[in-house]
C-alpha cells in the first residue's frame, strides 16, 4: 500500500494544493464531487462555505475518495477540511439578486450567458418568469452586475455567525480562513476573539488578504493580534479573487502579492490564491518562487502552495452538472478526476514526483 504525503508535509515541500470550493457557494452536489475527484487527485484541502450541510458534503466526498483509494491499494492521506469566515463585507460572502419580473422581454440575458456557475436562470418556456438567481449556486463573482442593461442586478452580502455556529460546526472541519481587508484591525480581532476557544483545536488557520496600500503592516498588525498562536499559519494571497478562469493573465496578481508577503518576512507560510489557474506553477517556476517553504540564508522564502477557486471549478463544471453522486459512476469518475489531476499534479511534480491514485 503506498502513502501518499499528508497536507502538513506538502505545506513543508511547497507542494500544498488547495481546492476552493467557494465561501459562499452551497450547491451541495457540485461541492461533494468537488471533493471526492480532487481528494483523489491529490488535493491537501478543502476549502468550504461555513454551512453545516456544505460541510456534511465535503466530508461525504472526501470520505468516498478515501475509500476508492482503499479499494485500489493506496493510502491516500486525508485532506483537510477548511471553513471561510469574513470579518466584514467581502466579495465571497455575497450573492447576486435581481428582480426578473422587471426583466424587458427582449433582453438577450447576458447574465445568464456570463454567470460561471450556471447560477441564473430562465424557464425556455415561460420566458422570465420563474427565472433569476439560483442562491446555491452564486458564489458572488459579480461578473452579471456589469452586463446587465438595466442596472438591476445587486448584491447582497452575508457575514458567518461565528459565535452560533462554532459548536457544531468547527468540530467538523480541520482548518479555518478569515477573510479580511487592509484597515479592519477591529473587525478581526473581534472575530478572533470568537475564535479563540476554538484554535487549538485547528490543525490550521489561514488570513486571506488582497492586496492595498500597506498590506505588509496591516497582517503584521493582524500577527500581533493572533494569540495564540495555531499550529500552522498561513497567509493567502488573495491577488485578483474569484477570476482564474477568466484568462492566463489572471495570476499575475497574486503572484504580485505572494512575492511582497515573503519579502515581508511574516511567520508562517505564504500561499496564492484568487485568479490562479493553469499558468500560475509555470510563472511561478520561471521566478524561482516554487520549492520548500523553509528559509535559509542563502535561500529566499517560498510560496508554499497555491490554492484555486475558479479555474478548478470551472475545469470540472461540465462534469459536475451531469449527475449527483461521481463515484456510483466510473465511467464518469475517472475523466473527471484525470482533469483534476492535470490541475494539481503540476504543482506536486515541481520538486518530486508524487505518487498517484487509481487508473
Ligand atoms: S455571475 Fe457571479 S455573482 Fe452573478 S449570479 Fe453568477 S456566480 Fe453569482
Ligand atoms: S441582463 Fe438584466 S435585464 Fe437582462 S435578463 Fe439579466 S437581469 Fe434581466
Redesign the pocket.
Known sequence: MRNLPNPLQSLQSGHWFKLICGASYQHLPAVRNLALAYSLAGADCIDVAADAAVVAEARAGVQAAIQIAAEKGSALARPWLMVSLNDGEDPHF???VFDPARCPADCARP?EA???????VFNPKSGFANGG??AE?????????PVCPIGQ?E?RSQTVPLATLAPTLLPQVDAVEIHTQVGRVVEFTQLWNQLRPWVRQLQLVSVSCPDGAGVTDYLRQLYAQIQPRPAILIWQADGRP?SGDIGKGTTHAAIRLGQKLLTAGLPGYVQLAGGTNRHTVEKLQDLGLLGPAQTTPDRPPHIAGIAYGSFARSLLMPHLETFTTLETMPDLLWPTVRLARSLVQPLKLVARPAAQVGR
Do not use: D, N
Open positions: 455575497r450573492k447576486a447574465c456570463i454567470c460561471p456557475a450556471g447560477a441564473i438567481v439560483t449556486r452564486c458564489y458572488g463573482c459579480g461578473r452579471c452586475l442586478i448584491t474569484m
